[in-house]
């Protein structure tokens, strides 16, 4: 038995970019780790998402229908579990997102995989899978590999690899689950909207984002100011919307929003995680500002500067009185 | 011979009667000061040494000169001297009389007060009466007027009251009865004077000139009247003078003897030395009105709310709720309830004395320094903040500058590696005293080492002593802050840690004559409070060093700056160690012409960045005392530059000049700039040839050695067929545990995963609740760092450890859980090696109630996985209600173990909460975060484990007293190393650096950058702006 199994995620209806993503990701190894490409849904509309994930390069699509409206790690853990035991792939992969990462690692634990968590590099070597994934805020790629292993878990990492487009010729099979021990483990109570606003990251075409770097609530207003006469809209960082600096709907990253429509992003005095890079990298251009040259801001950014933000603020407010 | 009756007109009766009152009245004004005594006794004893001695002496020398009732303020100086002098020749004279009437007379028959003894004692006492005459109605004309001096204002403007508190009411009503009893006592006298020269018509009445004038006012008086008036006032003048020394101890008045005990007692060193608290305390600050200690309480009494202080304060002249004056009176206020006992129905923080209150000094001494009466302002509210610190009643900014503090050493939260970066552009290398021994130790401080403007200053003052063939040299990253704001902050523990540290550095170091420091914070804190934890060498300010080296001709003038400039003594360098004249010295030397501000030397006017203000934001609709300084030396303009010698200030004034708007009018710079443009010191080459030519080729070998490095990896890559046979030679084998690297086609096979087996350990008996919180000690990569030579791993030196960000937030959010059910334990766990210790210990200083360390050695890359298996062993032992665990780890960022260990202990599971309530019951209740910030609610039956996301709560502060208190908690070492208790899910293969693009750097200044930035946001988004 081979071949890759890729598993689909979808929050209130919506199947996540993501998923589709990871059909991309599967395919740059499907040749070279030879088998077919599956791809799991669960849940109590699974069979809504098979024609969006039919996609070319896909084999098979296992549907596991279920009883639970709602997203239930347990249960998702399970159908993934059941699906590995049903067609023995030689790699699972999983998005890394809240719904992924809360299921990928029992899943390898349940398997005794190989596992690695955020990946953003794929390869398929002699020896099997290799990996690549980052670490310490993204100063390092640490690149692993699975001896031994003969199944690899991976989630990876999102807005990495590209969905391919088209439709493809996969075959639907239903995938039975026994889901006795899971049911009712963890109750559905309900989703809470991110708090309305008037600001839309989703929309904006300029966004002028602000991070950790202002140092201060204080100097919030004046980053704000700045915004407002350049005609950006105001984003931030995950620091300052956890700080209550700014209102979540700031937030620019996976936490927060994506920059959808963006087409010209300010960064000042972000550095750059990860996390806040999902919501932004895909900018055409990104303009960073920041204290620290090595901030991993500048791997995405198109221009930067290694300059104190208070400083470049001056001088931009002087130029735009 | 001349002399005079007394007890004039009074039968035996009405003598015993006026001795009988008089007893009385001495004996309730010693009652009042017995009471007062014992509220002293009852505050701590003080943490400083009493020198009783020398104490005394300069008590009488501050009152005999009353130079610091002068200063500032003539008027009440002179009035002030008046009424004491004055009055002390009465109470003088009056006692000269006791003498001779009631103790040497009657049982000696000796008798002096006659003759020409008496004629002289006369004139003199009716001069004196004259004195405090004039000092009381001067006193009365300057309180009662409409130009009454704005300290003496008892409304608190600065808190915007228009009105009088009651209490402010009744202090007024005082300072008049104090004027107006004084007054009545001197007139009474003289009036009775007056009826005696009336009725008497002495033949030596002119040496009674005061008398004898207003016995002219009763000149046509009956000798009835006179008879009858005199009677009368006699009682009058007696009573009066009597009820006066019976009020003394109750009301303002009291200050004649707090005030000289507290000038005896005061700590000549008072805040340039903070005094430590006493070891035994159970409270490391004062929270109770019994923590002070009798100082304090005297202290409290000695205030005559003269408001110098209050004037002086830069806190209350920016608006901030502070002002020194008004802090003591509520002190006094509350301890006058309290008696020296703890207030019964309010707390002393938060009831007496605001929180903000506290957070708005700047320690910088204005108020300790012009207080005439000896009261140590800024040492109770350090006392007080040391408090609020333990309490964790802290800004969010301070309290992450204290956790940076505590994890790198400085308050910039860099690496402690970069300390000395600085010096990599200076063309010359700088010794490390801890290799080779130098003259001079450079101990650099925070801001000169850290902050951009700062490390100019720095490079010029290297530059400069290179150029004086100084050999100096830095303890490089051995060097931490020393501790100046961090102590003032009111964080005694971690101040007491980076002095031993640093003085732990010196010791080891090569050796070396003296300390120079660029930092008066620095220099503070290293010459005063570091000789109390250890030898340390003389510690010298590098103006001081600046001045003899011009003065010697070490370093040569070459080109006088013919500038107008001003100078701002640095708080700690002027004020709290009296050094004003070795930067003067050097502006005039370097030929500048230097214009003094208003306020200068001891009274300079703090930039307001002492005392830890640094680390706190400012406050909305207050205004910042650095410009407020500014505009004063505005006031002289024209004027060249405005020169500092502190980094700090360099910075607060930098800042200061900009937004205050002169901007085009002057400069400010720091003195060794200007040195260096007076020595011509670009012109002079420094260049430390050898050794940069060393450097450059070692920087080419590496550069080369890499390169070839690469390059052979990607040939033998393409050429060699194996990988393993493709390692370059010294790479050792795959770890045995992981065996030989399976080629695909291993056998499929689902090998559940288990938890390790652990040898056993105890255990106590469950009492409540128990939450197991798993920590993580967290690895941040510094800017500079290599890997090992095997590239899978990196050198400790090159992290700064700390405890994981998302781990805090869930042992605060387990910590509250157990609070909010009034019982239960949390129990930390972390997998790491020796120094994760410091971790647990945080934790427990946090408020956790044990801690497990669970190591071996080769868990040092362990995965997710792995981890997981060895929590989960733990886990089965402790059987917890909940385990709460952070999200993901700050360094590896897997967002894994918490899935895993859920999964090995089949536990209900919800991952990245933002909420997590439990009552106790059977079920918990979450809010998981997800993408895009929408919120996922759900229930989950205990036992159940969550793993928490950032921003769930704060978590709270560990002071550094608490993280030694924690050694007392238990810790249990748990051994890994049995046989299976390592499982890989990974192999790290090799680590690299991301070959990402990098963007195109903009260069130049800020309005060039600016410029660049606006034509893109222009050609992107049309001509918007």
């Known amino acids: 038995m081979s071949g890759i199994l890729i598993v689909a995620e979808h929050t209130r209806g919506a199947l996540a970019d993501l998923s589709l993503e990871l059909i991309g990701a599967a395919l740059t190894l499907k040749e070279s780790l030879g088998g077919p490409l599956r791809a799991l849904v669960t849940g109590e509309t699974a069979e809504d998402f098979v024609s969006a994930l039919n996609r070319p390069g896909v084999d098979e699509i296992l549907v596991a229908k279920t009883d639970n409206p709602h997203f239930d790690a347990a249960v998702n853990e399970e159908a993934v579990v059941s699906a590995a035991l049903a067609v023995r792939p030689a790699l699972i992969l999983i998005g890394h997102s809240a719904s992924g990462g809360s299921f990928a690692a029992a899943v390898a634990v349940r398997l005794g995989s190989g596992f690695a968590a955020d990946v953003f590099g794929l390869e398929a070597a002699a020896s099997g899978v290799k990996a690549t994934r980052g670490a310490y805020g993204g100063k390092v790629n640490v690149e692993l590999d699975f001896p031994d292993k003969p199944v690899v878990v991976l989630t990876v990492r999102g807005a990495t690899f590209k969905a391919p487009e088209g439709v493809g010729g996969a075959t639907v099979t239903p995938l039975a689950l026994a889901l006795d021990g899971v049911k009712g483990r963890c109750r559905h109570r309900g989703f809470e909207e991110a708090p309305a606003s008037n600001i839309d990251i989703g929309k904006a075409e300029f966004i002028l984002s602000i991070g950790r770097g202002i140092q201060d609530e204080k100097n919030v207003p004046r980053f704000a100011a700045l915004a407002e006469k350049l005609g950006a809209t105001l984003g931030c960082s995950r620091p300052v919307a956890d700080s209550g600096w700014l209102p979540k709907p700031h937030q620019v990253g996976l936490t927060g929003k994506v920059a959808g429509n963006c087409k010209l992003y300010l960064a000042l005095g972000i550095s750059g995680a990860v996390q806040h890079q999902h919501g932004m990298k895909h900018v055409e251009t990104i303009i960073a500002v920041n204290t620290d040259a090595n901030a991993p801001i500048y791997a995405v950014a198109t221009h930067g500067c290694a300059m104190d933000v208070f400083a470049f603020a001056d001088a931009l407010e002087r130029r735009i009185g | 011979m001349e002399t005079r009756a007394l007890f004039w007109g009074l039968e035996s009766f009405g003598i015993t009667a006026f001795y009988l009152i008089g007893f009385a009245a001495i004996g309730a004004f010693l009652w009042g000061v017995a009471r007062a005594v014992g509220k002293y006794r009852r505050g701590r004893p003080s943490p400083v040494k009493l020198d009783l001695r020398t104490g005394f002496l300069r008590m009488a020398a501050a ?102 508190r009651p209490a ?153 709720p502070l002002s020194p004056r008004d802090f003591i009176l509520d002190l006094r206020l509350a301890n006058d309830m309290a008696q020296g006992r703890d207030l019964p129905d309010k707390a002393l923080i938060g009831g007496v004395i605001d929180p903000e209150t506290l957070w708005s000094c700047r320690a910088c001494g204005a108020c300790l320094e012009i207080c005439p009466v000896g009261i140590e302002h800024p040492v109770k509210i350090v006392k007080m903040r040391r408090q609020l610190v333990e309490n964790d009643c802290l800004d969010p900014l301070l309290r992450n500058t204290l956790s940076a503090i505590g994890a790198s050493g400085n308050s910039f939260g860099e690496p402690a590696r970069k300390r000395a970066a600085w010096t990599k552009d200076l063309g010359f290398t700088v010794k490390d005293i801890r290799r080779q021994a130098a003259d001079l130790l450079w101990f650099v401080g925070d801001q000169a080492s850290f902050d951009p403007r700062g490390q100019q200053v720095s490079r010029a003052v290297a530059r400069i002593f290179k150029a004086a063939r100084v050999d100096f040299a830095l303890l490089h990253e051995g060097e931490k802050t020393a501790g100046n704001d961090a102590r003032r902050v009111g964080e005694e523990g971690l101040f007491e840690a980076l002095a031993e540290h640093n003085l732990g550095e010196m010791a080891r170091a090569k050796s070396f004559q003296r300390i120079v420091t660029t930092d008066p914070h620095t220099f503070n804190t290293l010459h005063n409070e570091y000789p109390e934890f250890g030898a340390i060498a003389p510690v010298i300010h590098y103006t001081e060093l600046l001045c003899d080296l011009l003065e010697s001709g070490a370093l040569k003038v070459k080109k006088p700056l013919r500038l107008k400039v001003t100078f701002h003594d640095p708080c700690h360098l002027g004020r709290l160690n009296k050094r004003y004249d070795a930067p003067r010295r050097v502006l005039a030397l370097i030929g500048c012409e230097l214009v003094e501000m208003p306020r200068n030397r001891d009274n300079a006017f703090c930039c307001g960045a002492g005392g830890g203000r640094m680390w706190m934001p400012d406050k909305p609709g207050t205004q910042k005392p650095s410009e407020l300084r500014i505009r004063e030396a505005a006031e002289l303009l024209p004027l060249d530059v405005f020169v500092t010698c502190c980094p700090k200030d360099l910075i607060m004034f930098e800042d200061a000049r900009k937004t205050a708007g002169f901007e085009k009018d002057f400069v400010v710079e720091d003195i060794a700039e200007l040195v260096a443009r007076a020595i011509e010191l670009d012109a002079i080459a420094l260049q430390d040839l050898p050794g940069l030519t060393e450097r450059i080729a070692a920087a080419v070998a590496q550069r080369v050695a890499s390169v070839v490095v690469e390059r052979l990896d990607k040939a033998l890559a393409g050429h060699l067929p194996a990988p393993a046979i493709a390692a370059p030679a010294g790479t050792p084998a795959p770890a045995a545990v992981i065996g030989a690297p399976a080629a695909s086609g291993v056998e499929w096979q689902a090998r559940p995963v288990t938890p390790a087996r652990l040898p056993a350990f105890d255990t106590p008996a469950r009492n409540g609740a128990r939450i197991l919180v798993p920590v993580k000690r967290v690895g941040a990569l510094g800017d500079d760092f290599s890997f090992t030579d095997d590239r899978r791993g990196i050198p400790a030196e090159f992290f700064e450890y700390q405890l994981n960000e998302w781990d805090d937030t869930a042992l605060e959010q387990a910590l509250r859980t157990v609070e909010a059910l009034g019982g239960g334990e949390v129990v930390v766990v972390s997998v790491g090696p020796a120094e994760a210790g410091e971790i647990l210990r945080k934790a427990l200083a946090k408020g956790a109630h044990r801690g497990i360390r669970v190591w071996d050695a080769g868990l040092e890359d362990a995965d997710p996985i792995a981890i997981a298996r060895l929590l989960a062993a733990v886990a089965l032992r402790e059987k917890p209600d909940l385990i709460f665990m952070g999200g993901q780890s700050g360094d590896q960022a897997n967002a894994a173990t918490g899935a895993a260990l859920a999964r090995l202990l089949d536990l209900p599971r919800a991952t990245l909460a933002v909420a997590a309530d439990w009552d106790g019951g059977e079920f918990i209740r979450v809010k998981r975060e997800l993408e895009g910030g929408l919120l996922h609610e759900v229930e989950l039956p205990v036992p159940a484990l969550v793993t928490l996301q950032t921003g769930a709560n704060t978590p709270r502060y560990a002071t550094m007293r608490m993280i030694k208190q924690a050694r007392e908690k238990p810790v249990v070492f748990v051994d890994a190393s049995g046989e299976d208790a390592i499982w890989r899910a990974a192999r790290i293969e090799r680590l690299s650096l991301p070959q990402a693009e990098r963007a195109a750097m903009l260069e130049g200044g800020p309005d060039e950058v600016a410029a660049r930035v606006i034509a893109i946001i222009r050609e992107k988004m049309g001509e918007t702006i």
């Open chain 2, 63 to 164: 009152v005999a000169s009353h130079r610091a009732l002068r200063r500032r303020d003539q008027v009440a100086g002179a009035a002030h001297a008046l009424v004491f002098f004055g009055f002390a020749a009465l109470f003088l004279g009056t006692a000269i009389i006791t003498l001779e009437y009631d103790i040497l007379e009657p049982l000696f028959g000796v008798t002096y007060w006659k003759g020409m003894f008496f004629k002289a004692f006369s004139l003199t006492v009716d001069i004196a009466g004259l004195l405090v005459l004039a000092g009381v109605l001067l006193l009365m004309l300057r309180r009662g007027t409409a130009h009454s001096p704005e300290k003496l204002d008892y409304r608190r403007a600065y808190l915007g009251e228009t009105e009088l």
């Open chain 2, 168 to 320: 402010a009411r009744r202090w007024q009503v005082e300072d008049w009865v104090f004027l107006v009893a004084i007054l009545v006592i001197i007139v009474s006298g003289f009036t009775q004077e007056g009826l005696r020269h009336a009725m008497e018509r002495p033949a030596w009445g002119g040496w009674e000139p005061v008398g004898a004038f207003f016995g002219l006012l009763f000149a046509n008086s009956s000798e009835e009247t006179l008879r009858a008036v005199r009677a009368v006032n006699w009682w009058f003048h007696g009573l009066a003078a009597l009820a006066f020394i019976v009020a003394l101890p109750w009301y303002k008045a009291k200050h004649i003897f707090a005030a000289m005990g507290a000038l005896a007692a005061r700590d000549p060193l008072a805040l340039s030395r903070l005094p430590a608290p006493a070891p035994e305390a159970e409270t490391a600050g004062a929270g109770r009105m019994s923590d002070f200690s009798w100082k304090d309480m005297l202290d409290f009494d000695a205030c005559t709310k003269c408001g110098r202080c209050h004037e002086a304060c830069p806190a209350r002249t920016a608006g901030y």
